[in-house]
């Protein structure tokens, strides 16, 4: 997979991108990720990439020009048509199942906006589909960008090393649910590690069974309760 990001501060973006698993996955050849900044594309002599609203109001908007460049330009670098992701609180909200879509393309331009949003016209005219990351506002798209990067490279095989990671977890379909071609979403059991007692808090007996198919029962049991009291929502609940 190749992800591209356009933004204005790259700078801000490359330290995350080249740590943890990210960095790895990068490192091994499980994803290209290439950031770009938008002003390079700008035509203005002072490489402007934001003017004032027209009908007026606050803040300034970021221009068509430096976008529709950057887009085209970096579109052509590499054969594979891109699926054009534009960051704002207007758009669709990401999830686990969104992110496993996006995770199944084989390339991804995540453009990042900053100031007080984009020219209308970059949403019909680079024929974008819109994410949000959640119901708040951010003052850029980079820690948008990063959070898609993050979610879809991780599910790369490879990338955390172990498959079975990426599906046991928190939002992904449990295995039991997946064999009945249920479509559930859960959240994930609790884990534990050493030591067996903690400021007299104690691991459930049951881990420390070795008893492999009841362990496997009680994390499934663990993890509906919690999903039933947490997040009823994710069971079609309220
Ligand atoms: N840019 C500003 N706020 C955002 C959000 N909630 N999601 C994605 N991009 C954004």
């Given at each position: 997979?190749?992800?591209?990001?356009?933004?204005?501060?790259?700078?801000?973006?490359?330290?995350?991108?080249?740590?943890?698993i990210?960095?790895?996955?990068?490192?091994?050849?499980?994803?290209?990720?290439?950031?770009?900044?938008?002003?390079?594309?700008?035509?203005?002599?002072?490489?402007?990439?934001?003017?004032?609203?027209f009908?007026?109001?606050?803040?300034?908007?970021?221009?068509?020009?430096?976008i529709?460049?950057?887009v085209?330009?970096?579109?052509?670098?590499?054969?594979?048509?891109?699926?054009?992701?534009?960051?704002?609180?207007?758009?669709?909200?990401?999830?686990?199942?969104?992110?496993?879509?996006?995770?199944?393309?084989?390339?991804?331009?995540?453009i990042?906006?900053?100031?007080?949003?984009?020219?209308?016209?970059?949403r019909?005219?680079?024929?974008?589909?819109?994410?949000?990351?959640?119901?708040?506002?951010?003052?850029?798209?980079?820690?948008?960008?990063?959070?898609?990067?993050?979610?879809?490279?991780?599910?790369?095989?490879?990338?955390?090393?172990?498959?079975?990671?990426?599906?046991?977890?928190?939002?992904?379909?449990?295995?039991?649910?997946?064999?009945?071609?249920?479509?559930?979403?859960?959240?994930?059991?609790?884990?534990?590690?050493?030591?067996?007692?903690?400021?007299?808090?104690?691991?459930?007996?049951?881990?420390?069974?070795?008893?492999?198919?009841?362990?496997?029962?009680?994390?499934?049991?663990q993890?509906?309760?919690?999903?039933?009291?947490?997040?009823?929502?994710?069971?079609?609940?309220?």
């Amino acid at each position: 997979m190749r992800i591209d990001i356009l933004t204005l501060f790259p700078e801000a973006c490359e330290p995350f991108l080249s740590a943890s698993i990210l960095g790895r996955a990068r490192q091994a050849g499980h994803v290209t990720i290439v950031c770009h900044n938008i002003r390079d594309y700008s035509t203005d002599p002072h490489k402007k990439v934001d003017d004032r609203p027209f009908g007026g109001g606050p803040g300034m908007v970021m221009m068509c020009q430096p976008i529709f460049d950057a887009v085209e330009t970096v579109e052509k670098i590499d054969s594979t048509p891109a699926r054009r992701l534009l960051l704002c609180p207007q758009g669709r909200k990401l999830d686990q199942r969104f992110v496993e879509d996006l995770a199944r393309s084989p390339r991804l331009m995540l453009i990042a906006g900053h100031y007080e949003g984009f020219d209308d016209r970059v949403r019909d005219g680079l024929a974008v589909e819109e994410v949000s990351i959640g119901d708040y506002v951010l003052s850029g798209g980079e820690a948008a960008a990063m959070v898609i990067a993050d979610a879809v490279v991780r599910l790369m095989p490879g990338a955390l090393g172990h498959d079975e990671s990426a599906v046991e977890e928190s939002f992904s379909v449990p295995a039991s649910a997946r064999d009945a071609g249920e479509q559930a979403v859960c959240l994930e059991y609790p884990q534990y590690t050493r030591p067996r007692e903690f400021r007299g808090m104690a691991v459930p007996d049951i881990l420390l069974s070795g008893d492999h198919a009841r362990i496997r029962a009680w994390r499934a049991e663990q993890a509906m309760k919690r999903t039933q009291d947490r997040r009823p929502d994710l069971l079609g609940g309220s």
